[in-house]
Nanobody, 126 residues
Framework: VQLQASGGGLVQAGGFLRLSCAASGLTLDDFAIGWFRQAPGKEREGILCIRSSDGITYWGEFVKARFTTSRDNAKNTVYLQMNSLNPEDTAVHYC????????????????????WGQGTLVTVSS
């Protein structure tokens, strides 16, 4: 099983990026999906977590409607579209997949995320 996160890079404040999380060895549609980020010197925090069974989605409070998510089941890939980026969004971004269980918050410690991508760095310049 492998999750491959990609799409990070350097962008100016106000810009946008689209991150991809491509899976092999599992079908993403059968798993809960999470996007997380970790900035230097800070704890990892949840950006977005999607429950598998009902598609209920939890967003981190800092997102404030700037980000959206989509998926392409044919490519077994989930996307995170990030708009209106600011320097505080600078972090390594990770995708994760977990079991088909219910949860009520987006957290890397509260839920048993089984698989993690390697991380992709997003740098937003001011």
């Amino acid at each position: 099983v492998q999750l491959q996160a990609s799409g990070g890079g350097l962008v100016q404040a106000g810009g946008f990026l689209r991150l991809s999380c491509a899976a092999s060895g599992l079908t993403l549609d059968d798993f809960a999906i999470g996007w997380f980020r970790q900035a230097p010197g800070k704890e990892r925090e949840g950006i977005l977590c999607i429950r598998s069974s009902d598609g209920i989605t939890y967003w981190g409070e800092f997102v404030k409607a700037r980000f959206t998510t989509s998926r392409d089941n044919a490519k077994n890939t989930v996307y995170l579209q990030m708009n209106s980026l600011n320097p505080e969004d600078t972090a390594v971004h990770y995708c994760a997949a977990g079991p088909d269980l219910k949860f009520d918050r987006c957290s890397d410690s509260y839920f048993p995320w089984a698989y993690w991508g390697q991380g992709t760095l997003v740098t937003v310049s001011s």
